[in-house]
Nanobody, 122 residues
C-alpha cells in the first residue's frame, strides 16, 4: 500500500495563495491516480480536483476551476495543489487521496492522508 502525508496548510488572508503537498511513501506514486478533497466543519467532504497517473489529465470541481491547480511530480513521489485567490469559504481540512485500480475519470480512492488544515481569514 501507499502512505500519504499532506503538508503546506496554514492560515492565510483572503486573496492569498498556498501550495499543498502530498508526499507518498511505500509505493511509487505514478501507479496511482491522485485526488484532493476538502471538508469544512458541518459540511460533507467535497471533491476538489484529480489528476491522472501521468499528470496529463486533470479535472476540477466547477466552482474551483481557475483558482486551483493540481499537479504532480512523480520523480519526487509528490502531488500538489496550488490554491490561489483564496476565499474564506475555502477554509477546510484538505485531504490527498490515491486510486490504484480504477480508471480515469471514475477514480475510486483507496488511500487517504490525514489532512492538513487551511484557514482563510477575511
Amino acid at each position: 500500500q501507499v502512505q500519504l502525508a499532506e503538508s503546506g496548510g496554514g492560515l492565510v488572508q483572503a486573496g492569498g495563495s498556498l501550495r499543498l503537498s502530498c508526499a507518498a511513501s511505500g509505493r511509487t506514486l505514478s501507479s496511482y491516480g491522485m485526488g484532493w478533497f476538502r471538508q469544512a466543519p458541518g459540511k460533507e467532504r467535497e471533491f476538489v480536483a484529480q489528476i491522472s497517473r501521468s499528470g496529463v489529465l486533470a479535472r476540477y470541481a466547477d466552482s474551483l476551476k481557475g483558482r486551483f491547480t493540481i499537479s504532480r511530480d512523480n520523480a519526487k513521489n509528490t502531488g500538489y495543489l496550488q490554491m490561489n485567490s483564496l476565499k474564506p469559504e475555502d477554509t477546510a481540512v484538505y485531504y490527498c487521496a490515491a486510486a490504484y485500480d480504477s480508471r480515469w475519470p471514475a477514480y475510486e480512492y483507496d488511500y487517504w492522508g490525514q489532512g492538513t488544515q487551511v484557514t482563510v481569514s477575511s
